[in-house]
């Protein structure tokens, strides 16, 4: 096996600086800039096209960059891999690139040739050369990354939504209840990509979307969240900005009729980025957001469950929620507008029977929510005790960010090895500035819902509906 040569090397062993390849200087982004180089192109280790502006640059180009993906374009290139051990992967992990200029210069970065064959791919010289060739009459054709002017102006839009993970079995699904539950999903999501169709934000799209579900009492959020031990309703909301990287989170709070409204002021209105409790429900009324009395919250299925969660309980040291019992754990929404800025927003009453004043990851921004247009906007559900403690939502983002692998494939090693490992149940739904969507988790269903970048409209509950059967293939 023919491994890389010394000038491909990075200067540590096998360093990668956020997945945009190997750099033999220091200062590597203020040195990018000053040679003119505004943007690239590359082969990441997945062997998928990625684009990456040096950041600095202008907004119109970053909004071109962000509104074409070459993903499809390259599938007829993409080798086959064949034999190849894993550790010899590993080794030679090493993604080759393209960095073009203001002056119209070309360079590539890595050989190609020495690094598909050290990866095991039988590609002949002649054929990479002809696949180098290729990339570069792409990114000619354009003085602007790889697209048009054209398309800055109306990149790709798409949403998708959740409304928690669980023990979801048909069995225990009247058809009533399931078609409710369609139809709320559907309605949700249909408004947030009106939202996006009109040229709205993606923060506004997926507040919407939060909104309509925290009305719907078949989800946990809202009206119709679970009810702690006392019989009482404590709700959490947090929401995030992936192109400013602002948040805001209340939690263990009452009466708000829309949480993510008040996070939304928290993340807009305040210096902070979480308020609990009374504090964040005075705040609140600063700006004069909907209160409802407690009873309106309520609904006769979670006065049932709480009965048969307790009824269960064999002594105080059991106290505790009844995670075999069906359960419906959050809400969610994740949005990329046509700027290419990326949004989340999560929603949720919490666990059935808490205790003590306990909050899970929904409100925590990292574990249940995160957003960042660098990677990739993710909203979790589940038992929010692992969300918190593997950091769910953030972890998906940075593995994107570190190792250039897709969206799909990130989000679904973290809930179906690391979480599963771990013990932790639940799923997430995640989309990057492309538009890709996925929704993985390692339950038996999980409520969502999804408009593709294609215009496509999928809603589902069940592990063997939806596009690619919640599998970590390649998001769409």
């Not at 062997?47 to 070459?70: C, N």
């Not at 599938?75 to 073009?100: A, L, M, N, V, W």
């Not at 970048?453 to 293939?473: C, F, K, P, T």
Request: overall charge negative; charged content about 25%; proline content about 4%.
């Amino acid at each position: 096996m023919q491994k890389p040569s010394e000038h491909e090397r990075c200067p540590k062993p096998m360093e990668h600086e956020r997945g945009d390849g190997c750099r033999r200087f220091e200062g590597k982004q203020q040195q990018e800039r000053q040679r003119g180089v505004f943007a690239e192109i590359r082969v990441g280790t997945d062997d998928a096209l990625e684009g990456r502006l040096i950041p600095g640059t202008d907004s119109h180009t970053q909004a071109a960059a962000q509104a074409h993906d070459l993903q499809g374009q390259t599938d007829q290139y993409q080798p086959e891999q064949s034999t190849i051990k894993q550790g010899e992967i590993e080794r030679h992990e090493i993604p080759p690139g393209i960095e073009f200029s203001e002056s119209g210069e070309y360079t590539c970065v890595l050989d190609f040739d020495a690094v598909f064959r050290s990866k095991g791919f039988p590609m002949a010289k002649a054929k990479v050369l002809s696949f180098v060739s290729f990339l570069v009459s792409v990114l000619a054709s354009s003085p602007f990354l790889f697209v048009d002017r054209a398309y800055a102006e109306d990149g790709p839009i798409a949403i998708a939504i959740h409304g928690g993970a669980g023990t979801i079995s048909r069995d225990a699904m009247t058809d009533e209840r399931e078609a409710a539950i369609r139809g709320q999903l559907k309605r949700a999501v249909e408004a947030g990509h009106a939202v996006l169709s009109e040229g709205g934000s993606s923060l506004d799209a997926v507040a919407i979307a939060i909104r309509l579900l925290e009305d719907a009492p078949e989800f946990n959020a809202g009206r119709g969240a679970v009810l702690t031990e006392e019989g009482r309703v404590e709700m959490d909301a947090s929401i995030m900005d992936g192109a400013t990287l602002a948040a805001g989170a209340v939690a263990s709070v009452t009466g708000i009729r829309h949480p993510i409204d008040a996070a939304r002021h928290v993340m807009d209105d305040s210096p902070h980025v979480m308020l609990i409790g009374n504090g964040a429900e005075a705040f609140a009324r600063q700006f004069d957001l909907e209160f409802m009395p407690e009873d309106w919250f309520i609904t006769d299925f979670r006065r049932e469950q709480l009965e048969r969660i307790q009824s269960r309980i064999q002594s105080e040291e059991t106290a505790q929620t009844e995670r075999r019992l069906p359960w419906y754990s959050t809400v969610g929404a994740v949005a990329v507008d046509q700027n290419g800025n990326l949004a989340a927003a999560t929603s949720t009453g919490g666990m059935s029977n808490k205790r003590w004043g306990r909050v899970g990851d929904s409100p925590i921004i990292g574990a249940g929510t995160y957003a960042n247009n660098r990677s990739c906007a993710v909203s979790a559900t589940g038992h929010g005790e692992y969300f918190i403690r593997h950091v769910v939502a953030y972890d998906i983002c940075a593995r994107m960010a570190y190792t250039a692998r897709p969206l799909a494939q990130t989000a679904d090693a973290v809930v179906n090895q690391v979480l599963k490992s771990a013990g932790g149940d639940g799923g997430v739904i995640a989309i990057d500035r492309f538009g890709r969507i996925a929704m993985p988790f390692n339950t038996p269903g999980m409520y969502r819902a999804a408009i593709y970048r294609d215009g496509a409209l999928e809603v589902s509950i069940y592990r063997d509906e939806g596009r690619d059967h919640n599998q970590g293939a390649a998001g769409h």
